[in-house]
């Protein structure tokens, strides 16, 4: 583990600019790349932890607001503590925001990021990697099926909706994947029922796509976010150690 220091980039994209969070390890050295996706609770104390603790690891670490276009962080008053059950109004706000993000606006976005990744001294040349969270992981997904000549590897956690009846959903881009692939979902999860799962192991068994997929029993949509009641240490942990297995092998 190793020192880290974080700050606040702003980074030009298509559509304006969008505030980041930026983590890396403190010796000024170019490291490997990672693009961490949001989950809908979005840039907030929460996941610029995560970022510092990939950062210690030896990592370079890069966390945009991916609804910028509604303004900077935080986009809306949360609490510390995030609980929709004891306050309903945070999902009436949040998902008007969530649903305003179009597949196209998140592939001209990362062309932006990983610009952003690539132009900058403290990340190493070459490829780098994705991990996402909740719709993050819909954003991992795509970003590797559109940059497949940019991304390494990409992880996604209890992500849902990776597979829909739409044209242009998640699964559908799986052919142009080239990325080693990391799933973990989380078997007390609407977003994401068992049948989806195999549709999008079927699809990715198809393209060739290298990949792993577990199902973590008993834990929660959410269950990385120690900020919410979702919240399982144990699955968390689990988490942990395959992300940084696959960073390990992507790099």
């Not at 370079?60 to 059950?85: A, K």
């Not at 209890?158 to 597979?163: C, I």
């Not at 393209?207 to 009641?229: F, I, K, M, N």
């Amino acid at each position: 583990m190793t020192d880290v220091q974080g700050t606040s980039v702003d980074i030009t994209t298509e559509d304006g600019t969008a505030d980041a969070y930026l983590a890396r390890p403190a010796d000024g050295e170019p490291h490997p790349g990672v693009l961490l996706y949001q989950d809908a609770y979005g840039l907030r104390p929460q996941l610029r932890s995560m970022a510092d603790r990939l950062a210690a690891a030896g990592y370079t670490v890069l966390v945009p607001n991916v609804f910028y276009r509604h303004g900077r962080t935080p986009i809306g008053e949360l609490p510390e503590f995030i609980d929709p059950s004891a306050d309903p109004t945070i999902w009436q706000r949040i998902g008007p925001v969530m649903g305003s993000l179009t597949p196209e606006q998140s592939r001209r976005d990362a062309d932006a990021y990983l610009g952003f990744l690539a132009d900058s001294p403290f990340v190493a040349d070459g490829p780098v990697a994705l991990t996402g969270y909740c719709m993050g992981a819909r954003l991992a997904l795509r970003t590797a099926a559109t940059h497949p000549d940019r991304v390494a590897a990409a992880a996604g956690f209890h992500g849902g909706r990776l597979v829909t009846d739409a044209p242009d959903s998640p699964h559908r881009g799986a052919g142009a994947i080239t990325a080693e692939l990391y799933f973990g979902f989380a078997d007390q999860d609407a977003s994401m029922p068992e049948e989806q799962i195999r549709e999008l192991e079927a699809a990715l068994d198809a393209a060739g796509v290298r990949y792993t997929s577990e199902v973590y029993r008993g834990a929660q949509h959410g269950y990385t976010q120690a900020d919410t009641p979702a919240y399982d240490q144990q699955a968390d942990e689990r988490h942990w150690a395959a992300l940084l297995a696959l960073l390990d092998r992507a790099f």
